[in-house]
C-alpha cells in the first residue's frame, strides 16, 4: 500500500520539464511566461505602423482605437493563461477551484462596490488640481460624460481588468505578500506590473512616437503606491479579484473618459502619470500608518498559508 501511493505521487525531485520547473519556483515561471506571452504577441503590434513602422501596416481601430486588436490579445495571454498554467501544473484542481474562488468573489457588501466606483475618480480630480495651471483649465463634466462613465468602466473589467488581475492579483499577491510580507512583496510585483508595460511604450499605447524616458519611469514608478493600495483592497475583502478589477478599471476609465474632458489643456500622458504617482503615493502613506504596514493581511498561521503557498515560491 505504501509503495503504489509513493509511486502515485511522485516527488517535485522526480518530476520532470515544465512541471518540475513551475514547482520549484512558480512565481518566476508564472513572470517568465506572462511577459514571455504578453509581448512575443505584441510583436507585430510593436513594429507596425501603430509603433516602430517597420512593417508596412497598421491594426484595424474598433471603438476609435487600435489597442483593442493589438494590445488586448497580447495581455490576455500574459498573465491570466501564466496564472492558469502555472496553478495547474503546480496544485492541480485544488489549486484551481482556489484561484478561481478568488476570481468569483464578488458577495463583499455593496459599500466596496459604490465605494471603489466613486472614490477613485474623485482621488484623481482631487490630486489634478494641484498641477500647476490645472484649476484655471478645468471644464465642467456634462452629464452625457457621466452617463457614458457607466459603460466604459464595464468595458474596461471586461478587457483590461479581467485580463490582468486574475494574474498580477489573483496568482501572484498571494504568494509574495505570503513570503515577503505585505509591502516588500507589493513592491516587487508593482514593478514588475509595470515592467510588464513597457514594450507598449513603443506603440501609440505610450503615445509613441511622441515618447520620452520620462512616461515610462513615471508610469512604473506609479504602479508600486497603486499596488500597495490594491493590496490593501484585496485584503480587505478576503481577498476579492473583482473588486481589484473595478479599482483597476476605475482609473482606467477616469483617464479615458473624464480626465480629459475635464482638463483638456494637460499633458495626456506626463502629467496623468505625475497624477496617479501623487495620488497613489498620498493614499498608500495613509494606509501603511493606519495598518502599520499589515495593509490588512492576516496574521500568518502555518496551518492558513494562501492557496499555493504550501511550498517555497520564488
Given at each position: 500500500m505504501h509503495?503504489?501511493?509513493?509511486s502515485?505521487v511522485a516527488?517535485p525531485s522526480?518530476?520532470s520539464?515544465l512541471?518540475?520547473l513551475?514547482?520549484r ?12 506571452l504578453s509581448?512575443l504577441?505584441w ?5 507596425s ?11 484595424p481601430?474598433?471603438l476609435g ?10 495581455a ?5 493563461t501564466?496564472a492558469?498554467?502555472?496553478t495547474?501544473l503546480?496544485?492541480?484542481?485544488a489549486g484551481?477551484?482556489?484561484w478561481?474562488?478568488?476570481l ?10 459604490v465605494?471603489?466606483a ?9 490630486t489634478?488640481?494641484?498641477l500647476p495651471g490645472?484649476?484655471e483649465?478645468v471644464?465642467?463634466?456634462?452629464l452625457?460624460l457621466?452617463l457614458?462613465?457607466?459603460p466604459?468602466l ?12 486574475p494574474g498580477?492579483r489573483d ?8 513570503r515577503?510580507g505585505?509591502?516588500p512583496g507589493t ?6 506590473w ?5 514594450p507598449l ?15 515610462p519611469v513615471l508610469f512604473v ?13 484585496f ?16 482609473i ?5 473618459l473624464l ?6 489643456r494637460l ?14 503615493t ?17 496574521t ?11 511550498s517555497?515560491a520564488r
Amino acid at each position: 500500500m505504501h509503495s503504489s501511493v509513493s509511486s502515485a505521487v511522485a516527488p517535485p525531485s522526480r518530476r520532470s520539464g515544465l512541471r518540475a520547473l513551475a514547482a520549484r519556483r512558480p512565481l518566476t515561471a508564472f513572470f517568465a511566461l506572462a511577459y514571455g506571452l504578453s509581448w512575443l504577441a505584441w510583436i507585430p503590434y510593436l513594429l507596425s505602423g501603430d509603433g516602430l513602422d517597420v512593417l508596412p501596416f497598421t491594426f484595424p481601430a474598433l471603438l476609435g482605437t487600435t489597442q483593442l486588436l493589438g494590445v488586448l490579445p497580447g495581455a490576455y495571454l500574459g498573465p491570466v493563461t501564466a496564472a492558469f498554467v502555472v496553478t495547474a501544473l503546480v496544485e492541480g484542481r485544488a489549486g484551481l477551484r482556489a484561484w478561481r474562488g478568488r476570481l468569483l468573489r464578488f458577495g463583499v457588501g455593496w459599500r466596496w462596490y459604490v465605494g471603489v466606483a466613486l472614490v477613485v475618480p474623485a482621488a484623481i480630480m482631487v490630486t489634478t488640481l494641484v498641477l500647476p495651471g490645472a484649476r484655471e483649465a478645468v471644464q465642467p463634466l456634462t452629464l452625457a460624460l457621466l452617463l457614458a462613465y457607466v459603460p466604459m468602466l464595464a468595458i474596461q473589467v471586461v478587457t483590461t481588468a479581467l485580463a490582468e488581475e486574475p494574474g498580477w492579483r489573483d496568482f501572484a499577491l498571494p504568494r509574495l505578500q505570503d513570503r515577503m510580507g505585505a509591502v516588500p512583496g507589493t513592491v516587487v510585483l508593482g514593478l514588475l506590473w509595470g515592467g510588464w508595460h513597457l514594450p507598449l511604450f513603443l506603440t501609440s499605447w505610450g503615445g509613441w512616437p511622441g515618447t520620452s524616458w520620462v512616461q515610462p519611469v513615471l508610469f512604473v514608478a506609479s504602479c508600486v503606491p497603486l499596488s500597495l493600495v490594491m493590496t490593501w483592497v484585496f485584503n480587505r475583502t478576503g481577498q476579492s479579484v473583482p473588486l481589484v478589477m473595478l479599482l483597476h478599471a476605475g482609473i482606467n476609465s477616469t483617464y479615458t473618459l473624464l480626465w480629459p474632458a475635464v482638463f483638456p489643456r494637460l499633458d495626456g500622458d506626463t502629467d496623468a502619470f505625475v497624477v496617479q504617482l501623487i495620488a497613489t503615493t498620498v493614499v498608500t502613506a495613509v494606509l501603511i500608518v493606519v495598518t502599520r504596514g499589515r495593509l490588512g493581511a492576516p496574521t500568518a498561521r502555518p496551518s492558513a498559508r494562501p492557496a499555493g503557498t504550501a511550498s517555497p515560491a520564488r
